[in-house]
C-alpha cells in the first residue's frame, strides 16, 4: 500500500469494516477479460458466504477460474471544499482480498453459509427450511488475504 498511514493493519478493524459492509463487489477474471459483480454476503471470520441461481454468468467465472478478489467499503462520505475544486475527496474504510471460492454442496453446509448471510443482514440466526437450500447454489469465498484502507479527512 503507498499510503502506509492509511493502512488498517489490525484484523480486528479489517473485521469490523467486513461486518459494517452492506455489499461485497466480486472480480473474476477469465481468458484475460474482467467481470465485477456486487453481492448480498455473509461472514464468519475466516470466509465470505453468498449464494447464485443455478446459472449465470458468476457461475461460469468461478467454474473457469475460482481464484477472486474482493473489496468492499462501509462509512463512505463525500468531502467537498467551499472554494478549491480540486480538495474534494471521500472519507471511507475499504478492505480488498484475495481468495478462492467453493460451492457448498451438503444441506448443512448450504444452511451454515445462508445463516450467515441472513445474521449479516439482520442481527441473528433463522430457521432455514429444506425449500430454500434446494432452490439455490450456495459458495464459500475462503479468504486468503486481506488488507485495510481508512481515509478520513476533518472536513475544511
Known sequence: MRRRDREITSRAEIDAVIRASNVCRLAFAVDSEPYLVPVSFGYDGSALYFHTANSGRKIDCIE??????????WGVELIG?????????????????????DE??????????????????????????????SGLRVWRLAIESVTGKRSRRDKA
Open 64 to 73: 473457469a477460474n475460482n481464484r477472486v478478489c474482493f473489496e468492499m467499503e
Open 81 to 101: 471544499h467551499p472554494e478549491r475544486a480540486c480538495d474534494w475527496t471521500f472519507a471511507f474504510d475499504s478492505v480488498i482480498g484475495f481468495g478462492r471460492i
Open 104 to 133: 457448498l454442496v451438503s444441506d448443512d453446509d448450504k444452511r451454515h453459509g445462508l445463516d450467515r448471510i441472513m445474521e449479516h443482514y439482520s442481527g441473528r440466526r433463522w430457521a432455514i427450511g429444506p425449500a430454500a437450500v
